[in-house]
Structures are given as C-alpha cells and as structure tokens.
C-alpha cells in the first residue's frame, strides 16, 4: 500500500511540471502584462522598461520560466506578487482557510443532504416524495451559481435585509464565530445547491443498483430486519462509487469558489484568483495554478485510496501485490 | 423415513405482481407468477420441484420463505399458519433458503465469518462469545477450512461460495431447506460434491427440503418426490418413481424427453419412445 502512494506521488510529480508549462504559455499569450496595470499609460516608455526589466518580463519566455523553476525547486519559493510586492505563498495561504472553510462544510452539508435523501428515493422510487427529491435536484444541478447567488442576495439582503450580501465579517470588527455563521449562510445555499443537487442523483441511482442484488435477498432471508438491509448491506455497497464522486466533487468546488466567492466578496483562493487575473499578475497565478493541480491530484490519489478503503475486492490487489 | 406429520402444507397460494404503467403508475394487469398451488411437505423427505424457466417455481420458493408478499391463499409451517406480512423474521428461524447464485448473493463487503455471524447475531442463536466456534463449526460441517471466516466471497471458486451458502443457510438451524436451483450455476463435476453435500446433511441434521430445479436430472438423484410446474400451477406430483415410469400430464413427457440419458438402456419408456406416440 505504501509502495503505492509513493509511486502515485511520483507519477504527480511530472503531471505537475506539465500543468506549470501549460499555464505559464498560455498565461502569456493573452494579452496585457502587469506593467500595462500599474504603471501610468502617460508615464514615458524608458519608465515602462525600466519597470519590465525590475520585474524580470525583459527576458525570453523560457528564461523567465526556468527562472521561476529554479526559485521554486531550489527555494521552494514561489516568488512575490508583481502588483502588490507581498510574497506568493503568503498571499495564498492566508486565503486558503476561508476558502477551505467555505468548501468543506459546503461539501459535508451537501453530502448529509444528498446521501439520505438519495437512499430515500431509492427505496422508495416513484413515489411522490421522490419525485419532488428528483425534481429539487434537477433545479440544484441546473440553475447557474451566479445566478441563484444574485437572485439570493437579491431576496434576503435587499429585499429583506436578513443577512450580509458579502464578506466574512463585519467591517471594523474582529469577527466572532456567529457572524462568520451568519455570512457564511449565503455561499453555502449555493454551494450546497449544486453539490446535493448533485449527489441526490448520483447516490440515488447507485442506491437503485444495489437494491436489485441477489445479495440483499440473502439478507432478508437471514432475518435481518429491513431498516438494517438497506442501510447496512445496501448503503455500505452503494457508497463504493459514490467515494469517486466525491473526489471529483473537490475539484469542481475549487472552480466553482473563483464565482461563488467573487460574487460574496469571499476573500478566499477564488476571489484572490479572480483579481489576479484581472491585474496580470503572473507569479501569483503561477502559484494559485500549482495549487490547483496540487489539490486535484491530491484529491485524485486520496480517492483511489479511499476506494481500496471501501471495497475489499480492490483492497486485497494492492495489499497482495497480485489478484488472489 | 417419512412420517405422517406435514411439516408445510401450501394451499391454494397465489403471488401475483402488477404491471406498473401509464403516468402516475396505475396498475393496470398483473403477472400470475404463482396461480393457486397446494402441495403438503413431510418432515423429512426431499421434495422435487422442477419445471421451465419463469414458470413461478422460485417465485414459489420465495413466497414460502416470505420475501415475496403472497396474494392470496395460506402457508401452514407445522400446523401454524404464517402470516407473511409480520413474520418474516421470526419465519427465517424455521425456514431456511439456498440460492441460485452463490457469487451475487454473497454481500462483497463480508467476510465469510460475517456471512455467517450476522443471522446468529441477530437471531441471537449462541451466545455473542461462542459465536466464532459457532461460525467455525458451521464451516467444518459444509466442508470448508476454517480460516474462510476471514476471507471474502470473491476468493473462493463457485462450488466453495455455494457451500458457504449452505452453511449460512444451516446456520439458523432451519427445519426446512428450499434449494433454489443449488447446483445449476456450478460446473458438472462440482454439481456431484453439492448434491452429495445435501444428502449428507439431510442425514446428519435430519432437514426437510424443497428442492427446486429447472430438469428432472437434477432432483431424480435427491427427491423423495416430485412436483412438475408450468405456467404458475403445479400439474403434476408424485413419487420419483412414478414421475419417470407412468407420467400422466404431457408437460412432464416433454421434461423427460428433454433429460438425456447416456446409458439407452436406462433411459425410461418414454424416452425411449418417439414424441407424440404415447400422448
């Protein structure tokens, strides 16, 4: 099993660099570089050079990047942040825990949402409880993000004035866990939306499968009690594709905080996303984009593993080395 | 061997399903799955019930153990009669079920030693500290070592995971067996060890059984008596013997044509005779 995850992080080690590669080209094939958005376009172009040379962008595209290699592997240093000076893993990882915060209860509340209302349809399919669950997470899945945000900040910040249309905390003050609840509430209908909206289906039809097995019949002729045969026998199996889903499920919340938060002014990895593409500021997405494919291969590697976790069929193939 | 006293006396039992259709599902027609079959098993005889596939023969099976809902008619188990809708659980204490498949039927998750553990833990069998000498007592008796407790379904072949079958089935120490085509998804040379493995355990444990089978050669072997199915009601019934000397219905003419026989000498008088010339 160890053997395993060491040659799974290897593996990681050359999808990273590519991703860098990638994004560092593609990065600087739009147009606009962060001079243009700091320096005044009435200031002359000996100010402007002097500037690109300051910050390194004078140099071919393949300097600047092994330049930003080599401060990374030999430094582990993701260099600062051509707008603001700060440096870059300090930018980023001030942002990681509200954007953490946001997504993890986001994907917890979801998950308890989805898991036993996706049971619930299941057992109980076509009845009318199933489908307003089937119909609430078609709404769930298809309504953008953006838009049920506005239409929510819209109805309950305007309209009503029950809660904070933004922000983590109110302005002046140092924050108390009940107002971070209270901000909090907003992002996480939307989030939670889609991630239920999501789940409820997934769960449902992996729940339906299941309940067709010969094995759950063998259950029932032992004995065990209904309520046991399907949350015990059934639910346990159905959960083994559903662990996939989750950790793609990471990954899509990372995507969808760069709106989510933008809209609540979330001051997290996807607002700081966000303004630094708006400033060109290379370094920093640099680093926000190593992150990024950090965490989905991570996610990646931690499913594979929870997968083995879940499923005895697959356990005994990595702990034996050969099948049987 | 066979005394007087029926241990399951089936009267008249339907099991019907209905054809979901339409919006909103309603229920237009139904399948006539099992349609008014009577049958009495004594205590320690093998009943035989053979006949084609979908002719309601597991369906029967089920609804005598209670998984499925019986529409109509009355299951009498030792002179009580069971009421499906609440008895379920108390009903698989007497009431035991060997399946067709032995892979799908095993939950993947268990190992053997849960298989087996969780009906005595929940029937409260032994006691929770002799559960694991119960469990390998149990694997001993079907003829499997007793370190599968700890393996899953997946590492044993077909044969093995039918005897845990068996052995979990035994393990609630049922009176009666209904065998829902035991054999019929195992290769022919372990089909023998299986049924041999029946026939030991009839004797040790003095069990009563209902063996179900889709052709004649699979139950002549083990059946005291045989009932022929087709299309939800029994036909024909009787002893083995009369079953492949004199058959009376034509459905069970067409069964022993279809059951071949190496030896000719051996083959019965209708085989031996060509179709059509005796109906």
Not at chain 1, 204 to 224: F, H
Not at chain 1, 237 to 265: C, D, R
Not at chain 2, 160 to 169: D, M, T
């Amino acid at each position: 099993m160890i053997g395993y995850i060491v040659r799974r992080l290897l593996i990681a080690v050359p999808v990273l660099f590519g991703v860098t590669v990638i994004n560092f080209l593609i990065m600087r094939m739009a147009p606009g570089n962060p001079v243009d958005m700091l320096v005044s376009p009435k200031l002359p172009d000996a100010a402007r050079e002097a500037k690109m040379i300051e910050l390194g962008l004078h140099e071919p595209i393949y300097i600047q990047y092994w330049n930003w290699l080599k401060n990374l592997v030999v430094h582990q240093d993701l260099g600062y942040s051509m707008i603001t000076y700060e440096p870059v893993t300090t930018m980023i990882w001030d942002r990681m825990g509200p954007t953490v915060l946001l997504m993890g209860v986001a994907l917890i509340l979801g998950l308890c949402i989805a898991i036993p209302v996706g049971i619930y349809s299941a057992t109980k399919q076509y009845s009318k409880l199933d489908y307003v669950f089937v119909t609430g997470s078609f709404l769930g899945i298809s309504i953008p993000n953006f838009f049920l945000a506005l239409l929510l900040v819209y109805v309950f910040s305007i309209q009503l004035n029950w809660l904070p249309s933004g922000g983590m905390k109110e302005l002046g003050s140092s924050g108390s866990v009940t107002t971070l609840i209270i901000h909090m509430i907003l992002p996480l209908i939307v989030l939670v939306a889609s991630v239920a909206g999501r789940n409820i289906r997934y769960v449902r039809s992996s729940m339906l499968e299941i309940l067709g097995q010969d094995y759950l019949r063998t259950a029932r002729a032992k004995g065990v009690k209904e309520f046991f045969v399907v949350n015990k026998h059934g639910m346990r199996n159905a959960l083994i594709p559903i662990v996939t889903i989750i950790g793609l499920e990471i990954p899509i919340l990372f995507g969808g905080a760069v709106v989510v938060e933008q809209i609540f002014s979330w001051p997290g990895i996807g607002q700081l996303t966000l303004s630094s593409i708006m400033n060109r500021d290379y370094s920093t997405l640099m680093g926000l984009n190593l992150v990024a494919a950090f965490v989905v291969i991570a996610a990646n590697i931690v499913t594979d593993i929870a997968y083995a976790f879940v499923d005895p069929r697959i356990r005994k193939s990595y702990v034996g080395g050969s099948k049987r | 061997m066979t005394t007087k006293k029926p241990l399951l006396v089936v009267q008249n039992v339907k099991t019907y399903y209905p054809i979901k259709t339409g919006f909103m599902n309603l229920k237009t027609d139904y399948v006539k799955a099992v349609d008014g079959v009577s049958f009495d098993i004594f205590e320690g005889e093998t009943v035989g019930l053979v006949g084609e596939s979908g002719c309601g023969k597991s369906t029967l099976g089920r609804t005598i153990i209670g998984l499925e809902p019986i529409t109509d008619g009355h299951i009498y188990f030792d002179g009580q009669q069971m009421d499906y809708r609440t008895d379920r659980v108390s009903l698989s204490k007497q009431i035991q079920i060997v399946f067709q498949d032995p892979y799908s039927s095993l939950n993947p998750r268990q190992t053997i030693g849960d298989v087996l553990a969780e009906p005595l833990r929940v029937h409260r069998i032994v006691a929770a500290r002799d559960i694991p000498q119960e469990v390998e007592r149990l694997l001993q008796l079907v003829g499997l070592p007793t370190t599968a407790k700890s393996r899953y379904p997946h590492e044993f072949s077909g044969g093995q995971r039918q005897r845990v079958g068996i052995a979990r089935a035994l393990a609630l120490r049922p009176r009666l067996l209904i065998c829902d085509e035991p054999v019929s998804a195992l290769d022919v040379s372990i089909q023998a060890q299986i049924m041999n493995l029946f026939k030991q355990l009839q004797q040790e444990l003095g069990l009563t059984y209902l063996f179900i089978a889709h052709g004649l050669g699979a139950v002549k072997y083990i059946s005291d008596r045989i009932a022929v199915m087709y299309a939800g009601k029994i036909v024909e019934m009787g002893t083995t013997e009369d079953i492949f000397l004199r058959p009376q219905h034509a459905y069970t003419k067409t069964l022993l044509r279809a059951y071949p026989n190496p030896d000719p000498t051996k083959r019965s008088i209708i085989q031996r005779t060509q179709k059509g010339a005796l109906e």
